[in-house]
């Protein structure tokens, strides 16, 4: 049962917090800048008379209900229960409670990430930005770490053009396990001292519980990502965590199994989710995912979230990259996830989907009057230091070969 309350004092709080802990539940307080609530999880399903008595005793209904309530004994034996068909109406006497704006059932729907909740948007603070707020975040950045110069080179461009997060896997989930699996912790660090050296705030994986205190020291917002979407015992830690969280739709996940992934980050007191499309399974073959489009406004109207869209895993294919990331901005997204590297043809992971460096500036150039059409911005950084025809020169003071567009 979740439990809104109207803006109250701490002795109202408490007495609504002793009132559901008597009938059997867990009970948690969350605080959101979207509105105070109170979490009664196993509450149980009948509970016992004297705890009913003593909750229609606290409210109105103790002098409006009637004889109420009648009770049975149990058929074990036990101690007298309210039975089912008489069952007192528990949420009406919660809700009669002073200082409760309403009380619900937690069902299949969600609550908490509802957009009734915060009519207006949750806006999720990123570095300098607020993803969900007019300006739009542009996440990019190799999809695995693999060197210090790779991640420095890669943060350090994408800053220069507009990212206004720098993303990059250390714990991969690949589908192989014979295939490259991530540098693992030093991986977080290098991506953390190249969110340094270029000035952006860090977004990677972490893929099981355990990895969450050590990364919490490294990263600016966790990503869970789709592989991990319903892992519960993982969005629990994240959301324990404290830090925005990432949150990518499983590939065969609906979208009210993503928001109610959501609410699990949710209940533990973490208001800043952004929710992230990245395509989902179809029987299309021709590129790796079907990129849902369809996900960004009704997401958007099932929630208060902010929603990205990561055009490199919804497609698999660099050519579509782009014009199915200005689709995405056109359809109302709070901004784009999408893989950059250096030298794509010696990426250890999605070089097939990853952008060249100067795909990426045209990109960011291309998404501005997207999002000006539809009343959002990209801010670009003013002056641009790499001219395009220095990029080969970056490369190949890499060490990185190949050519590109
Ligand atoms: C990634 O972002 O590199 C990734 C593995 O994405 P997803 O979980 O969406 O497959
Ligand atoms: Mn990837």
Redesign the pocket.
Known sequence: MIVKLSRTGPEVIEAVTAALAALGGQVRRLEFPFGTFLAALDLEDAPSADAVARLRLATAWGSKVHGYPRTHASSDGGPERATRAEDPPLLAMIQALAGVEWARKAGTKPILAARAQNPQGTRVPLGRMEVGGEALALVAGP??VESREQVVATARFVAAYGATAL?G?AF??RTSPYVFQGLGRPGVELLREAGDAAGLPIVT?VMEPGEVEFMAKYVDCF?V????MSNSPLLRAVGRAGKPVLL??G?SSTLVELVLAAEYILLEGNPHVIL?E??IRTFETATRNTLDLNAVPVLKGMTHLPVLV?P??GTGRREAVTPMARAAVAAGADGI?V?VHPDPSRAL??GEQSLHLPEFRRLAEQLRPVAEAVGRRLDLPESLPFAPNQVPLIRRAMGWGGTHP
């Open positions: 999809c695995s993303r896997g991969k989930p994986e990503q990502g789709a592989r991990n990518k739709r590939p992230c990245r395509g990561d490199s895993h996830a893989e992971s999605d």
